[in-house]
Structures are given as structure tokens and as C-alpha cells.
């Protein structure tokens, strides 16, 4: 017979990304819609082995949907990664009297999720990184706000490139991953977008598109450089040198993961949110809720984490193709 869920902790690890406290008031308030206590757990799963746990009401989710960041925190906790850490995690949820825990974050913070759930405790994932990569899912929450926020930047870097008919590296952020790079290559027109899943490091092919480009009176030279490859400082001085044509390097950093969350994360985030609690009072556990071909949707723990995710090609070639 499936364990009935009584308490549902909840709790964001691993980068923070835009549309996370989206998600954190739906956990809230669909759990108390449906009967059950939440606790909020601070700061991932260092606030766990810490005890930083507290009930939530639905007054304490007021006026959070349209706030970047999570008001919950969130930490990497190395403690977490051994099997003390995590018997010691699972202990202090039975202590609190928590039998299902929600746990908004990346591939890492799936991990943990997955030891305590091994452990007795019910866990469900729900995938929270402006990365975009994770494998078992079309839609992570605070991928779009980041995509539009680098948009922006890339917008007008682009103007004052265009003003000094220069070239400008712009480094976006994705971790090992170019998903932000390759969406802000199509929106922003980019001439080139550098990804670790496709990069060959053939600077000379850089060098050849920038001089034919001035031959055909293009005015600037947008590459994003994705920061799985990185040094786009040294790169953009070396290009300079070869080109003959000034070159900027702008890296976009932590602006990426900060600011109110679009429209579409907070409506993804909420309705992931709500799935979550409804799949724990169901009796799942080790399961992580998706967004895939156009539906809501949960897979194990384990094969998702297996799965694998890669650039789309037609994208990426048509990226190349559209800055001609
Ligand atoms: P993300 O969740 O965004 O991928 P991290 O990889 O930094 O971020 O992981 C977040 C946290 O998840 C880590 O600090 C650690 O506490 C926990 N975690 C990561 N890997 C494991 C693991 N193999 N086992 C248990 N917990 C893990
Ligand atoms: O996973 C989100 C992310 O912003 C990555 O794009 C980046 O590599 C990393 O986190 C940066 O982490 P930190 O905030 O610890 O520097």
C-alpha cells in the first residue's frame, strides 16, 4: 500500500534561477489545499543537516510569484554527498515528522533526492536551473528568463558594437551546456556561437568569418561564447591580433540567474510545483516531474538521471545559416 503523506518538506539547492519561489507557493499552497503540513527547509541540504526547518502557511508565500531568487536559499553541501550526510538528512526528516520531500533544483540536487528516497523518505524532483540540462525534460524553470535577460544584455552590447564597427565576444552562462548560447545565437542574430557540445577550437574559422564579413560591410561581429568553453578575454585579443579588428569580450555572469521570472516560468514553475505534491500524495517517490512534447509529465529518478540530452541540430545550423 502506498505511504500516506502526511508533512511535505520543501527545499531549493544548487544554483538559484528565476521562477523558483513560483514554485515553492504552489508546493505550499496545493499541499494545503489537499490537507497536508509543509515545512520549508533553508538553504538545501545544508539547512537539513542543520535543522533550518520551519512550517509554512500560505500567508508565507505572499507576494513571492513575481520575485527572482529563492526566498527559501540554497546552498551546495558537500556533507550531503556521503552516506553519513545523507542517514543523517533522512533521520532529522522523520525527527520533523517529514515523509515526503520536494526538492527543486539540477541533476546534483536529483542526486541527493534519490539517496533519500532509497532512505524511506519520499522524495520528488522538480527542475529548477537556467542551464536547461536536464536530460529527461524540454522546460527547466528560470531557463526562459535567463535566455531573455542575455537577450537583452547581448541587444546592447550589440549596439555600441555596431556604433565602434567592432567584434564582440559575449560569454553567456550555461555550466557544461549551451542551451543559452545556442537560443541567444538565434534571437540576438549572433555571426557565431561557440558551444562545448560542438566547439572544434579551429580559431582560424573565427578569424575567416569575422574578415569576410567586413569584406561583405557587416558592421559588427556578435559571437556568443558559451562559458563551458570560456576565456573569451584572451580570445578576444587574439582575435584582435588576427583580424585587425577591434574586439570586446563582455562576460554576462551572475545578471543571468537574477530578476523577476517571465511569464512562462512562473506558469511552468507553479504548474511543476503542483504536480509535485500531487504525485507525493499519490504515493510516488523518486520521481521527477517534466515538461516533454507538450505535456506534464514525471519519470523515475534513476532513468532520467541515465537519459541523455543533446544540441538540436536543425537549430544549430540554422543559426549559422540566418547570420549570413
Ligand atoms: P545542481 O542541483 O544545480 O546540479 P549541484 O551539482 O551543485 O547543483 O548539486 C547541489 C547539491 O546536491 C550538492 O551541493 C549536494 O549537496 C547534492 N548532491 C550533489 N551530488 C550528490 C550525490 N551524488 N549524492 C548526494 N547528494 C548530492
Ligand atoms: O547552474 C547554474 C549556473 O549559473 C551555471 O550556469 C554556472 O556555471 C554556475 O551555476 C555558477 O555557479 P556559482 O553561482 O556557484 O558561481
Known sequence: MAKEINTIGVLTSGGDAPGMNAAIRAVVREAIAKGKKVKGIKRGYAGLLQEE??????????????????????????????????????EICRKHGIDGVIVIGGDGSFKGAQKLAALGINTIGVPGTIDLDISCTDYTIGFDTAVNTAMEAIDKVR????????????????????????????????????????YDFD??????????????????????????????????????????????????GHMQRGGSPTCKDRVYASTMGCLAVDLLCEGKSNRLVAYKDGDFVDYDIDEALAMEKSIPEYQFQICKSLSR
Do not use: Y
Open 53 to 90: 526547518i520551519s512550517d509554512m502557511e500560505a500567508k508565507d508565500v505572499s507576494d513571492i510569484i513575481q520575485r527572482g531568487g529563492t526566498i527559501l536559499q540554497t546552498a551546495r553541501c558537500l556533507e550531503f554527498v556521503t552516506p553519513e550526510g545523507q542517514a543523517k538528512g533522512a
Open 159 to 198: 549596439d555600441t558594437s555596431t556604433s565602434h564597427e567592432r567584434c564582440s565576444i559575449i560569454e553567456v552562462m550555461g555550466r557544461g551546456a549551451g542551451f543559452i548560447a545556442l537560443w541567444c545565437g538565434i534571437a540576438n542574430g549572433a555571426e557565431d556561437i561557440l558551444l562545448p557540445e560542438k
Open 203 to 252: 580559431e582560424q574559422k573565427l578569424v575567416n568569418n569575422i574578415i569576410e564579413n567586413r569584406k561583405r560591410g557587416k558592421q559588427h561581429h556578435i559571437i556568443i561564447n558559451a562559458e563551458g568553453i570560456g576565456h573569451s578575454t584572451s580570445m578576444a585579443k587574439r582575435i584582435e591580433a588576427a583580424t585587425g579588428v577591434e574586439t570586446r569580450a563582455t562576460i554576462l
